[in-house]
């Protein structure tokens, strides 16, 4: 089973109000990500996590949290969500390798509304 | 800083047509992989293509592209459009032994008949 999943697929949300987004992978892939997708953007790494270590773009360290607490789920935690955070969110996984590249396995993304 | 663009944002083609997504880059490093992604509608991203090869051809599903590092490109192409070719195609530049992606915008490509 090659297949990130996501939940929820579409979340409506308060602005002011926490969100948590969950990813799963059942692959063993020892990294998860996660990226923000706006309209006419590229995707946009938020963090992710390498084994238990969480690494977090400068940009967007303290809009967003995350926790794994184990090698197949990872959450996306926003604690106060504001209109700027209406996108579509997509949880990634990979393998580390020695020397090739890792491929990332996409999950469907959850698309995020702000009001 | 490295960056990917993807120059067209919509690309619209007559089934049976050929089709080019373009694809250039940025990067200081030499070591580097390619992928093209691609998302029908509400299924996630999964990859078409991948490279780490200089001027050597890849091809899948009838799509081909070619890392050509004297351009910094890496252009997605298909001799001959289908319907179903119809999504949203992402270019991504890895560094091999590393991580993390740098996305193109994305190219929406629409097959008509």
């Known amino acids: 089973d090659t297949t990130v999943k996501q939940n929820p697929r579409y979340k409506l949300a308060r602005v002011g109000k926490p969100v948590n987004l969950i990813c799963s992978q059942t692959?063993?892939?020892?990294?998860m990500y996660w990226y923000q997708k706006k309209p006419n953007q590229a995707p946009k790494l938020l963090l992710f996590?390498?084994?238990?270590?969480?690494?977090r773009e400068a940009d967007t360290f303290e809009k967003f949290q995350s926790s794994r607490p184990n090698n197949s789920f990872c959450s996306l935690y926003i604690g106060s969500a504001g209109l700027e955070y209406s996108a579509m969110y997509l949880c990634?996984?990979?393998?580390?390798?020695?020397?090739?590249?890792?491929?990332?396995?996409f999950g469907p993304g959850t698309r995020l509304t702000v009001l | 800083g490295d960056s990917v663009t993807q120059t067209e944002g919509l690309v619209t083609v007559t089934e049976g047509l050929p089709v080019k997504l373009n694809c250039t880059y940025q990067?200081?490093?030499?070591?580097?992989?390619f992928f093209w992604y691609v998302q029908y509608l509400n299924e996630a991203p999964q990859v078409l293509l991948r490279?780490?090869?200089?001027?050597k051809r890849t091809e899948h599903q009838g799509f081909h592209a070619t890392l050509h590092k004297s351009s910094s490109s890496f252009h997605l192409q298909k001799s001959s459009a289908q319907l179903s070719d119809s999504a949203l195609y992402y270019c991504a530049l890895s560094y091999t032994g590393y991580q993390n992606f740098y996305f193109g915008k994305g190219t929406s490509l629409t097959v008509i008949p």
């Open positions: 990067t200081t490093y030499l070591t580097i992989a």
């Open positions: 990634a996984s990979s393998r580390r390798t020695g020397g090739g590249y890792a491929e990332q396995f």
């Open positions: 490279s780490s090869t200089d001027n």
């Open positions: 692959m063993n892939h020892d990294t």
């Open positions: 996590y390498y084994d238990k270590i969480l690494n």
